[in-house]
């Protein structure tokens, strides 16, 4: 049975890609489920997706299960959709940094926001409290009146005595 596949080059403006990427056939149908699926087709697919699943199965005519199951088993494929999928970070990472410069300084106040409260974490800067953390503690018996201990989770708070709510 003789399958026809038509090469495509891959796009001129691909960037920061391995240079040796295997063009990506170009399918009038489905690929075929008893033809096992091409581990360099896919990671071509899988660098065109920047690691996505679903859009690199589109690309090769197949199901996402079945790329899915076939990145799962083979290590170097694993290896290349996180690879692909970093690229894409940095890219992200990219644009926010050129926004941190903007001269629009709603722009550049949003994306000092999204900086502070995402990587700034581990500084403390988040709208749910970053580092912090709580800790309750509740005594008495189910249905009857007890106590409710609260003690805030951060570096200097971490030591300090319960905070006893009486709910009699």
């Known amino acids: 049975m003789g399958l026809k596949v038509k090469k495509i080059p891959l796009p001129a403006d691909v960037r ?10 170009h399918r009038e149908s489905d690929y075929p489920a ?41 290590a170097h494929l694993a290896e290349e959709r996180a690879q692909a999928s970093e690229m894409a970070i940095d890219r992200a990472e990219g644009v926010i940094l050129d926004a941190l410069d903007d001269q629009d300084p709603v722009r550049r106040d949003d994306a000092a926001r999204f ?11 988040s709208r749910d ?16 009146a007890g106590a409710v201990q609260i003690r ?12 006893t709510i009486d709910h009699a």
Do not use: Y
């Open 16 to 25: 920061r890609m391995p240079d040796n990427l295997e063009p990506l056939g």
């Open 34 to 74: 008893d033809i096992p699926l091409d581990p360099e087709q896919c990671r071509t697919a899988l660098w065109l997706s920047a690691g996505n699943i679903g859009r690199a199965a589109v690309l090769l005519r197949t199901s996402a299960a079945r790329l899915g199951s076939l990145v799962r088993r083979d």
């Open 115 to 125: 900086v502070l409260v995402h990587a700034g974490r581990q500084r403390g800067w």
């Open 129 to 144: 409290g970053g580092a912090a953390g709580i800790n309750v503690a509740f005594s008495g018996s189910p249905g009857a």
């Open 152 to 163: 805030w989770q951060t570096s200097e708070e971490a030591t300090a005595p319960l905070k």
